[in-house]
């Protein structure tokens, strides 16, 4: 049982109504536009507001960039992302079977010794409300990313 | 749900006027690069960037417009920003790189 | 295997570069928008014209609100969307496990006799180029729909 | 995404007005039901709809139309659909539904 099943299964034995949307898609660049209108449909019909579907938009293809350029495996392999829906919270999993690394060893951006790359997870951190990252070297990566509906958590 | 790129030079002030139309992510900010690069070998002027219709950019975007500062930056020159859009303002002030950039309007 | 895998099957064995995106999603009539801007998305990329992509999205909605209406097996159950992307082709099969039925039965619209329902496979049929439904009683259905991005096909 | 629906009755032209803003599916269809439903109980008289704001109709909504047509004809009153989209006039046009509503402008 990969990470991302297990997180999943410890959901599914909670007792709150919740939906779950799976997609698989081509660890490709070209996918990640239609990710993105994706989880907008999502957050939109769950009634975010319109500042709120940008985070999720900007926060999901961070993830997916990662998932694209550091996860990958084989060339033409598929990814996955799954949504959780609840009332009040959207919860993503962003998940490839690429190389991994090791989250702990993140920097944060450094403003007065700018880099080219490094913003992609302190981004996510930004804009959702909760981050957790799951990845082994060598098998693949989750992140877990959520955000809720109301305003009372920060 | 592309990218597409206006650019001309403005003699009078000496710098480029960029227009960027649509979306700049992992599949567009390759496009971006080019473009910039070659506007660079052309002259190595300040870039001025109309973002009016700049619909959507993340960190792959960012992360081309910093290194195109670092080479600007070496000639004291600069990438001035107008018209952004409040989403993409936001990921500006969260990254630190509305200090970095020089924002306008 | 089921019916949808084994047609998938088929597809995975020619040669021709194709990419594969999989969609489960609730079968509740809420997300049918969040498909119809996802197939939306997929053509657009593809480069599909606004016209084709009205058409795909209605004839997909068609399909889901029937795997949701009629396919119904269980009261809380995903069912499944999958997206064949090639040059010159978008492919879409709708799957779900429900009470399936005998396509040979249906009857086309009768303007001299209006019902309610019995329009959605018609549709169906008129706005994509081929179109193909294996349903079996009791096990479920999977309806295929193919769109080519050129005029040639009629 | 949803769909909202603004309604009043012409008593110069004895007919009813309704916009339709949105898109009609399985998920709103109940609600487009509904309506025309407590506006036939209210008065039964021809519904007039302006199409211009729908963006989307598939065979649930022109099933509701066609249930509410059936029930205006019993009494010799129509729908009338005004400012088709082109989208949803091919639909139309395939289905035949064209010649079973009234089509103006
Ligand atoms: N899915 C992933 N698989 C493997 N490595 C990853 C993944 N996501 C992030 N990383 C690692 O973490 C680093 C920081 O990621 P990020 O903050 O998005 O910046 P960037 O991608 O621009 O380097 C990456 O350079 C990479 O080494
Ligand atoms: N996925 C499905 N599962 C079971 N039965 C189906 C399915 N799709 C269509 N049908 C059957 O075919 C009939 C015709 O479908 P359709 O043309 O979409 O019209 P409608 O859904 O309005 O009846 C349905 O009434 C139903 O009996």
């Not at chain 1, 598929?78 to 962003?94: A, C, G, H, M, P």
């Not at chain 1, 990252?133 to 109301?150: A, F, H, P």
């Amino acid at each position: 049982m990969n990470t991302m099943n297990k997180i999943a299964k410890e959901y599914t034995n909670m007792s709150i109504k919740k939906d779950h949307i799976k997609l698989s898609i081509p660890n490709r660049p070209e996918y990640v536009s239609v990710i993105r209108l994706t989880v907008a449909a999502i957050a939109n019909r769950m009634g975010f507001d319109i500042e709120k579907i940008e985070d999720f938009k900007v926060a999901i293809a961070e993830a997916c960039t990662n998932a694209i350029t550091h996860g990958k495996h084989l060339k033409d392999d598929n990814f996955n992302i799954e949504f959780i829906v609840e009332d009040e919270k959207l919860t993503i999993y962003v998940q490839d079977n690429g190389k991994g690394y090791s989250a702990e060893k993140l920097e944060s951006p450094d403003l007065n010794n700018l880099r080219e790359g490094g913003l992609g997870v302190f981004i996510i951190k930004s804009l959702m409300d909760e981050v957790d990252i799951v990845s082994e070297l060598g098998r693949g990566t989750t992140i877990k990313m959520s955000k809720y509906l109301g305003d009372d958590f920060q | 749900m592309s990218l597409s790129i206006v650019k001309n030079f403005d003699f009078e002030k000496g710098l480029w006027n960029i227009q960027l139309n649509g979306e700049v992510d992992v599949y567009t900010a390759g496009q971006l690069k080019e473009t910039f690069i070659s506007l660079l070998e052309e002259k190595k002027e300040s870039i001025k960037i109309d973002a009016s219709e700049l619909e959507y950019i993340d960190s792959t975007g960012l992360g081309v417009l910093i290194g195109i500062l670092k080479r600007l930056k070496q000639d004291n020159k600069n990438i001035i920003i107008i018209n952004i859009k409040p989403s993409i303002k936001k990921l500006l002030n969260i990254t630190g790189l509305d200090k970095i950039f020089v924002i306008e309007g």
